[in-house]
């Protein structure tokens, strides 16, 4: 590999201005930095998770597409992975002359604030999704909202506020437009292809210049934490105020963050965000795209990578189950070499995953259904929208021509220490007719392949139910025999 120059300075744009900090420490966040160090205040916590959007900003980006802004949650948005970007607060928003910006002026016009704590966060939201989409539709609008509560007054006026947006000015005109080539100009320039490396011991700070160089800093400090979205290294530092020193920060690092498709295999790169993994899965794999719009909000699936995902080895992690049941595989780095495994063998105990020090998730290959397969996944929560998962199922079918099982593969989430297949519920599913009958036999099967436990989430007896009952969907809307509901109203009890 060639030598890469060493730079020991993050450099972004804030708003309008040149950023350049030669001292941040791994755990600082975007919000205490902008609050405590810029005073720019008009950016709050609220939950200082990722949850309730009122620390939303706007953060641009280069990529194959030009450069492209996403709301992001600050509050678990580390300082080290802005290097080459463009971070916008509400503070930069404005119109004409002594005149407020549109999103702001239909949020007064439409009555969509109330208390006022939350609106920052909802008017960087509404101002992303009106760059992208001038004139929303309700759903587009709902979701883009998804990552952002008010305790205060209804989504209706917020949501009437979003249609009026354009007839208060256009996108063409809105500021960020008519900065775009010269913030570009400007993030071009400093992308230098440089490793960042800030700090000194383990208190340090790291910015590979690329993936081959990720391998080699990670090679030599195989104890440091990896960094890629942060949507749940974050909230070890927010919340149990861990140190995670040293921290290689990975987000939108080149050679990780590619997605594409091969001969009925999709590859994507680790650093791959959902956000940026939708458009490609959703239509070659429809059943991940519902999924997909209930991980968390707008601001969470911008930063949160599937490989991340998965190399964090959470039980109730909602990627693992989906492509477990798909037969993906997982392709390992460890310096130069590389071994490619069953995803689900990835998966050992609680906390432990098949990956030797300095060793790294490098991409996930994911095999697109072959015509004629019935796959699909359902998950189940106390709220729709925005929560963690409680029970997660997924599930693969070929039928043989006489309509017995050829293949089946079942996953879940929630029901084990690790994302876990249920081998003696396939087992009794295999080679039989697939019929009601031969369902609901397999389901007493359950009980050999799963010992769930009993949290705030949900209990043991609850997610052993909702199991069973996911399985008996999917055969009800495999064949069409039994009215939708009979199955929902079980899997919401």
Same mark, same amino acid.
């Given at each position: 590999?060639?030598?890469?120059?060493?730079?020991?300075?993050?450099?972004?744009?804030?708003?309008?201005?040149?950023?350049?900090?030669?001292?941040?420490?791994?755990?600082?966040?975007?919000?205490?930095?902008?609050?405590?160090?810029?005073?720019?205040?008009?950016?709050?916590?609220?939950?200082?998770?990722?949850?309730?959007?009122?620390?939303?900003?706007?953060?641009?980006?280069?990529?194959?597409?030009?450069?492209?802004?996403?709301?992001?949650?600050?509050?678990?948005?580390?300082?080290?992975?802005?290097?080459?970007?463009?971070?916008?607060?509400?503070?930069?928003?404005?119109?004409?002359?002594?005149?407020?910006?549109?999103?702001?002026?239909?949020?007064?016009?439409?009555?969509?604030?109330?208390?006022?704590?939350?609106?920052?966060?909802?008017?960087?939201?509404?101002?992303?999704?009106?760059?992208?989409?001038?004139?929303?539709?309700?759903?587009?609008?709902?979701?883009?909202?998804?990552?952002?509560?008010?305790?205060?007054?209804?989504?209706?006026?917020?949501?009437?506020?979003?249609?009026?947006?354009?007839?208060?000015?256009?996108?063409?005109?809105?500021?960020?437009?008519?900065?775009?080539?010269?913030?570009?100009?400007?993030?071009?320039?400093?992308?230098? =292809? %440089? $490793?960042?490396?800030?700090?000194? @011991?383990? /208190? !340090?700070?790291?910015? &590979?210049?690329?993936?081959?160089?990720? +391998?080699?800093?990670?090679?030599?400090?195989?104890?440091?934490?990896?960094?890629?979205?942060?949507?749940?290294?974050?909230?070890?530092?927010?919340?149990?105020?861990?140190?995670?020193?040293?921290?290689?920060?990975?987000?939108?690092?080149?050679?990780?963050?590619?997605?594409?498709?091969?001969?009925?295999?999709?590859?994507?790169?680790?650093?791959?965000?959902?956000?940026?993994?939708?458009?490609?899965?959703?239509?070659?794999?429809?059943?991940?795209?519902?999924?997909?719009?209930?991980?968390?909000?707008?601001?969470?699936?911008?930063?949160?990578?599937?490989?991340?995902?998965?190399?964090?080895?959470?039980?109730?992690?909602?990627?693992?189950?989906?492509?477990?049941?798909? =037969? %993906? $595989?997982?392709?390992?780095?460890? @310096?130069? /070499? !590389?071994?490619?495994? &069953?995803?689900?063998?990835?998966?050992? +105990?609680?906390?432990?995953?098949?990956?030797?020090?300095?060793?790294?998730?490098?991409?996930?290959?994911?095999?697109?259904?072959?015509?004629?397969?019935?796959?699909?996944?359902?998950?189940?929560?106390?709220?729709?929208?925005?929560?963690?998962?409680?029970?997660?199922?997924?599930?693969?079918?070929?039928?043989?021509?006489?309509?017995?099982?050829?293949?089946?593969?079942?996953?879940?989430?929630?029901?084990?220490?690790?994302?876990?297949?249920?081998?003696?519920?396939?087992?009794?599913?295999?080679?039989?007719?697939?019929?009601?009958?031969?369902?609901?036999?397999?389901?007493?099967?359950?009980?050999?392949?799963?010992?769930?436990?009993?949290?705030?989430?949900?209990?043991?007896?609850? $997610?052993?139910?909702?199991?069973?009952?996911?399985?008996?969907?999917?055969?009800?809307?495999?064949?069409?025999?039994? +009215?939708?509901?009979?199955?929902?109203?079980?899997?919401?009890?």
């Amino acid at each position: 590999m060639a030598k890469v120059s060493i730079r020991n300075e993050i450099r972004f744009i804030l708003n309008g201005r040149d950023v350049v900090l030669s001292s941040v420490a791994p755990e600082a966040t975007l919000l205490d930095w902008l609050r405590l160090d810029r005073s720019l205040r008009g950016t709050k916590e609220g939950c200082a998770e990722g949850d309730c959007g009122a620390c939303t900003v706007l953060v641009g980006k280069l990529s194959a597409d030009g450069l492209v802004y996403e709301s992001v949650n600050a509050c678990i948005r580390f300082l080290g992975s802005l290097d080459d970007t463009h971070v916008v607060t509400v503070e930069h928003l404005h119109g004409s002359p002594g005149q407020l910006h549109p999103v702001q002026q239909a949020m007064v016009d439409f009555h969509g604030s109330q208390c006022g704590f939350c609106t920052p966060g909802f008017v960087m939201s509404l101002y992303g999704l009106w760059m992208k989409s001038p004139d929303p539709s309700n759903a587009s609008i709902e979701k883009a909202l998804q990552g952002n509560l008010c305790r205060c007054t209804g989504y209706e006026a917020i949501i009437r506020a979003a249609h009026a947006i354009s007839s208060y000015g256009k996108v063409a005109k809105d500021p960020l437009a008519a900065e775009r080539k010269a913030i570009t100009a400007r993030l071009e320039a400093m992308h230098d =292809g %440089a $490793r960042v490396e800030i700090g000194a @011991g383990k /208190k !340090r700070l790291i910015v &590979p210049a690329n993936v081959d160089d990720f +391998a080699t800093v990670l090679d030599k400090e195989p104890g440091a934490t990896i960094v890629a979205g942060a949507t749940d290294v974050g909230l070890w530092v927010t919340k149990h105020m861990s140190d995670i020193s040293p921290a290689i920060f990975i987000g939108d690092l080149d050679g990780l963050c590619t997605i594409g498709e091969d001969n009925g295999l999709i590859t994507i790169g680790a650093g791959v965000t959902y956000t940026e993994a939708f458009s490609t899965l959703a239509k070659r794999i429809p059943a991940l795209g519902p999924l997909f719009d209930r991980i968390g909000g707008d601001q969470v699936r911008n930063m949160g990578t599937i490989g991340g995902n998965i190399a964090n080895g959470s039980p109730i992690g909602d990627m693992p189950p989906p492509l477990i049941a798909l =037969g %993906a $595989r997982l392709t390992l780095r460890k @310096g130069n /070499k !590389r071994r490619t495994i &069953p995803l689900e063998t990835f998966f050992i +105990a609680y906390g432990k995953q098949d990956r030797q020090p300095g060793e790294f998730v490098e991409a996930v290959h994911v095999p697109v259904p072959a015509k004629g397969t019935k796959f699909a996944v359902h998950k189940i929560t106390k709220r729709r929208d925005e929560d963690i998962t409680a029970a997660l199922g997924a599930f693969f079918l070929t039928l043989a021509e006489d309509g017995t099982v050829a293949d089946v593969r079942i996953a879940y989430g929630g029901m084990a220490a690790t994302p876990k297949r249920a081998p003696a519920v396939e087992k009794a599913l295999l080679g039989k007719p697939w019929t009601e009958q031969t369902v609901e036999a397999a389901m007493a099967e359950y009980a050999k392949d799963f010992t769930p436990l009993t949290d705030m989430r949900a209990s043991a007896e609850y $997610r052993t139910l909702a199991a069973k009952n996911l399985l008996l969907r999917f055969f009800v809307e495999t064949t069409d025999t039994r +009215a939708p509901f009979q199955v929902s109203r079980n899997e919401a009890a």
